[in-house]
C-alpha cells in the first residue's frame, strides 16, 4: 500500500473499488491501518471529546452502512480487508449552505470589486439572466461538475439552493434539478427582489408567497429568504416573514439569511420563527448573541468565511460565538458573485486561520454542527448503523486539514472508488 505513490493513491482506490463492486452480496468490508478515526461522535459536546477521535483504528461497513468500529486491533474478520496506510478518516464533510445551481460567472465583478467596488448584492442580476437563458441539459452538466469537485474535496452531504431564476417556472425547475441529486433542497424565490418588480416590491413577495411557492413546495424541503434591510435588493424583516410564514404553512422548514452587510433582523426573525439556522451572522449584537445562545438547540449560526474571504469583508466573531455557547456550523455559500469556492477543506481552513476557532472547532462545525443545521442526526458522525460516508485525509491527522491549506488531501471513500 502506498508504494506507487501519489494521492488518490492507486492501490488504495482499486482495493476500494474491488470490494464495493463485491458489496452487491452484502460481503463485509474492514478499513484498517486508520491513524485517527475521527467519529464527531464523542460523549459531549466539549471541545475535549466532541472529535470522538479513535486511534489505531478500524471500521467495517456493509452494503455501505457500518457494522462495527473500534481499535485496529480488536477488528474482527471480514470478507475483504483494506489498509488506509495510516491515513486519518473523518465524518464526510456537510456543506449546508450552497448555491450550486446556475450559469455565468462574474470575474469581473470580483476584479472590480478586489480594485475597490463595494459589494450591494445587485451583480446577481447577470447570474439569473445567464441561468434563465440556460436549458435543464446545461444546468444539469454544470450542477455535476461542481458536485464531483465536491465529493473529491471530502462532501458527502450538499445543500442546495434555487435563487437564481426568481420567476415561477426557474425556480420550478432549479428547485426540481437539486432534488435529483440531494434531500436538501431550498426554495429561495426571497433571493433579491428580480429587476422587473424593483418598483412593486409587494407584488414580488406575493408571487414569492404564492404562486411560486406552490410551484417548487413538493421538491423542497426548506425555505430561505435573504433578509437584508441594508441592501436594496434583499428583503425587510416583515417581507421575509411573510415569505417564511408562508413556506412554513406549505410544509417547508425555514432558514434565513441574516445580518451579512449590517447589523439586521435576520437573526431576531430566524429565532422567532424557530429557523434550523440563520446563516452569515457577521454583524450581531448582543441581543443577537443572547438569542443564538437561548436557541441553541433549535437554530445554528452557520458561517460562511468563504464570503468574507473572496469579498474582503470583516469575519463573524466565531470565537465569540463559540465562547458564550451558541451553535456554529461551516459552510461554503458557493456561488457565482460572493464565493466561488465549493471548497470545505478552505472553510475548515480559513475558520482557523481567519476566525480564530480550533481545528478540531473548524472540523466539528463543517461535520456535526452542518447536520445540525439540516435537522439530521444521521450525517456528520460514524457510528454503527449510519451510512459510510467518509473523508478520507492522506495524512495521519485530521489536523493537517487546516495546517495544509491548499494542499488536496481530502477526499471521500466515494470518489476513491470511481478513480
Ligand atoms: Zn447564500
Known sequence: MGLMGGWPDPALSS????????????TAVLLTDIAQLVTCDGPDDSPASALGIIEDAALIHQHGEIVWLGAASQAPPADHAISLGRRTITPGFVDSHTHLIFAGERSGEFAARMAGVPYDGGGIASTVAATRGADDGELSALLHTRLAQM???????????SGYGL?????????????????????????VVPAEFRDNRSEYVDLVAGEMLRACAPRARWIDVFCEPASPHAFD???ARTILLAGRSAGLLPRVHGNQLAHGPGVQLAVELGAASV???????????????????????TLLPGVEFSTRSPYPDARGLLDAGVSIALATDCNPGTCYSNSMPFVIALAVREMRMTPAEALFAATRGAARALRRDNIGRIAVGLNAELAVLDAPSYVHL????????????MALAKD
Open 402 to 413: 487546516a495546517y495544509r491549506p491548499g494542499v488536496p488531501i481530502a477526499t471521500t471513500l
Open 237 to 239: 424583516a416583515d417581507e
Open 167 to 191: 420567476d415561477v417556472e426557474t425556480e420550478r425547475r432549479l428547485v426540481e434539478l437539486a432534488s435529483t441529486v440531494t434531500h436538501e433542497v431550498t426554495y429561495l424565490g426571497g433571493h
Open 15 to 26: 482495493a476500494i473499488r474491488t470490494a464495493e463492486h463485491d458489496q452487491a452480496d452484502g
Open 151 to 161: 465529493w473529491a474535496q471530502g462532501t458527502t452531504t450538499v445543500e442546495i439552493k
Open 279 to 301: 446563516d452569515h451572522c457577521t454583524y450581531l449584537s448582543s441581543a443577537d448573541v443572547d438569542a443564538l445562545v437561548d436557541s441553541a438547540e433549535t437554530t445554528v449560526a
